[in-house]
């Protein structure tokens, strides 16, 4: 791989950065750039910079002939996959997500894991060189982050965020929903439902999150699964008292055996 930019001769180009294992969910990211760009380039690559070293960076499912099936139906027009050695180098340069919110919540048991993601973010946004990079609020503290990379470095990208993608049954779509046994993927079923209930609170005028927090342990607690966090944010992922319209983020990550899966309602 050549170190220079990317050079294309068409206006606008989207960007939809994966892990590859691709479902429902990167396929609506991939669908809304198709609608919005002259050119739709997607990137598989399992980093290796944002696992520790005790988790399932070797186990991460890969599909690459899968993967490259479902670019070339939906239309995309670049799929790049390069290999860590492409990539990184053995003496790095360190981005630094921002200090005390990236050891909270998804960073809490995984520190640095925020530093991983915006380093390959940065590195895969100056390779590809995209008008528009979409992203899922699947991952909300994650798209915190890249706001802020994109804000505090003044990079020229636009970060679309884009909506959670679920099965019919409400579950959100995710490559690590395969390791769900059928009973911890009904037990799982309780995590959106309980987002829902929660909404529902809201509607009623009932702002005080302790309360709604509550009310969703509550319900997931019934079920089989684990709760890691279930915490009530406002845009800037700062924790709140009272739940604020239009600014209010109920993030949860919940276990199901080795399985950890991710949840959130923007209000
Ligand atoms: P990943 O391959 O898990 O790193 O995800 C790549 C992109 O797809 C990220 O921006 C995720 O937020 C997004 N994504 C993953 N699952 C979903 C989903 N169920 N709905 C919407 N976006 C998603």
Redesign the pocket.
Known sequence: MKKQMIKYQSDSVGF???????????I??IKQAKKENDIVVVS?FVNPTQFLENEDLDKYPKNELADSEICKVVGVDYLFIPSANEIYTQDEISILANSKKSYIFEGYNRPRHFDGVLQIVLKLFNIINPTNA??????AQ??FFIHNLVNKLFLSVNIVE?????DSDGL????RNIYLSSKQRESALSINASLIHATKLIQKNITNTKTIKEEIEKQIEKQIGKIDYVEIVNRNFDLIDKIEYANTIIVIAVRFGNTRLLDNVYL
């Open positions: 939809v950065a994966t892990m590859g294992a691709l479902h429902g969910g990167h609506e990211l598989i979409y992203f899922g609020k699947k991952d994650q798209l884009c909506e959670i993608v679920r959100a779509k995710s490559s």
